[in-house]
């Protein structure tokens, strides 16, 4: 069974810090790009950050860059998003998805062949 889980999710004040981390198994891990979208009330499921299946290339949305830094660990299986600067707008549903086959753009929902449940994490002002 392919399986994806979010944790870290939770409750922080405007300028604070969360770690999201994605534990995958049921996949060959380390031959998949890893990709974090997020879906806030009333809005589209939007692209966040997304890395290369070696780590060496990082994808970020305009509204996160500076901010949120995207990482992996292939030994343990796991995608990380480290969430710096938080802004009450960045409360949405989180999830995780992995490409299990060559693409060349990162960016869409249909680039991405399993995902998580997700994980909520939101901004108070």
């Known amino acids: 069974q392919v399986q994806l889980v979010e944790s870290g999710g939770g409750l922080v004040q405007a300028g604070g810090s969360l770690r999201l981390s994605c534990a995958a198994s049921?996949?060959?891990?380390?031959?998949?790009?890893m990709g974090w979208f997020r879906q806030a009330p009333g809005k589209e499921r939007e692209f966040v950050a997304g890395?290369?299946?070696?780590?060496?290339?990082?994808y970020y949305a305009d509204s996160v860059k500076g901010r949120f830094t995207i990482s992996r660990d292939n030994a343990k299986n796991t995608a990380v998003l480290q969430m710096n600067s938080l802004k009450p707008e960045d409360t949405a549903i989180f999830y995780c998805a992995a490409q299990t086959r060559p693409r060349i753009r990162v960016r869409s929902e249909d680039d991405y062949d399993y995902w998580g449940q997700g994980t909520q994490v939101t901004v108070s002002s």
């Open positions: 890395i290369s299946w070696n780590g060496g290339i990082t």
């Open positions: 049921g996949i060959t891990f380390s031959r998949c790009a």
